[in-house]
């Protein structure tokens, strides 16, 4: 398995850390208000008085509160004795709560270090999910790494990744690269830090020069236009079907050139569940190789709330692929999140 490129973290590359770190500024006065709301009784109704409520501490951006805080999901977890509030960013996290689990998805060196400090002085906090773990997953060559390492085969299928390339710096010497490497066109070129999911398909080697570092370039698998979203929240885990990019023949890559762009390949709109498909394109991985898969990676990456994109070589039956891993991915767009993720909370506290 090529895993080409240097093989170094990439937490601090400094103009990520200046992203993350903007971002984290930008949330703290959206929840410095939203803290304030919750402090007053402003939107949240206490559990029954016979249950003991499940603070679960929340820091999160303001489109990931859109689209996971929804009502039906606040209003099952009211039901269930379960209480979410508002984290003050603004504020020393140990002033707050107190928390049965803190939910986060910020990012940058400050929080990351809040984070750290505060599970040393409340160990019996549940993190979800630890600041080191996540990091992992934000640089596409450590999070596919994982998934090489594991060399998953059994009866039910094989689990790889693309053969893939790293590319730093440098866009004019990308085709010699590529030739070193012996990758294969057309190539899926991606960000190499997971903020971002476009993502981009060069059908010659001149083309490859005007794509921009840092990115990691991935052998294209034809997959009959289908890839597999699989979200795992703890134990649990939802298969959902999504159109992806369709099948490149050889007569079309030779008739084809340039770069092309996609904004994102794959969102709710994009659903194939409904979708007349040939069976053996349509057919959803086997829940026991998923689930000897999500076991490992969890135990691997450190991770409980995490997806995969999958995708099966077309023409086999039982070869797949693990393209990407996101973590603290849309719930919101899979179906019955509420009770799943409810129930995983609960799950926590009663497993302590």
Aim: hydrophobic content about 40%.
């Amino acid at each position: 398995m090529r895993m080409g490129g240097e093989l170094a973290y990439c937490t601090e590359e400094k103009e990520e850390e200046v992203i993350k770190d903007t971002e984290l500024e930008d949330e703290k006065m959206v929840a410095k208000m939203r803290y304030s709301a919750a402090a007053i009784g402003g939107g949240f109704s206490p559990p029954p008085s016979t249950m003991k409520a499940v603070v679960v501490g929340y820091a999160l951006t303001t489109k990931k509160i859109k689209s996971f805080l929804q009502p039906k999901l606040e209003g099952l977890a009211r039901n269930k004795g379960i209480l979410f509030v508002a984290i003050d960013i603004s504020k020393p996290l140990s002033d707050q709560g107190p928390f049965d689990i803190v939910l986060h998805k910020l990012s940058g060196k400050e929080w990351r270090s809040i984070l750290e400090d505060y599970r040393i002085t409340h160990p019996n906090v549940t993190v979800l999910d630890p600041p080191d773990a996540i990091q992992h997953v934000y640089s596409r060559q450590s999070m596919l790494q994982v998934v090489a390492d594991l060399n998953l085969s059994d009866h039910y299928g094989k689990v790889g990744v693309p053969e893939q390339l790293v590319i730093k710096k440098d866009s004019s010497s990308i085709p010699d690269s590529v030739n070193m490497a012996g990758l294969r066109l057309p190539l899926v070129a991606k960000p190499l830090f997971a903020k971002s999911h476009e993502l981009s398909l060069a059908y010659d080697e001149l083309s490859l020069q005007k794509l921009e570092p840092p990115l990691v370039l991935q052998e294209f698998i034809n997959h009959g236009g289908v890839l597999f979203k699989v979200y795992i929240v703890g134990e649990a885990i939802k298969v959902l079907r999504r159109f992806s990019l369709p099948d490149v023949s050889k007569r079309e890559l030779k008739a084809s050139a340039g770069v092309y762009r996609f904004p994102r390949v794959s969102c709710a709109a994009a659903s194939a569940d409904e979708a007349d498909l040939d069976p053996h394109v349509a057919e959803l991985p086997p829940k026991p190789l998923l689930e000897r898969l999500a076991k490992e990676l969890r135990h691997r990456l450190g991770l409980r709330l995490f997806n995969l994109d999958m995708i099966r070589e077309h023409g086999t039956r039982d070869r797949y692929y693990v393209i990407d891993i996101n973590y603290f991915p849309g719930y919101g767009k899979m179906p019955e999140y509420e009770h799943i993720f409810t129930d995983f909370l609960l799950s926590i506290v009663q497993s302590k």
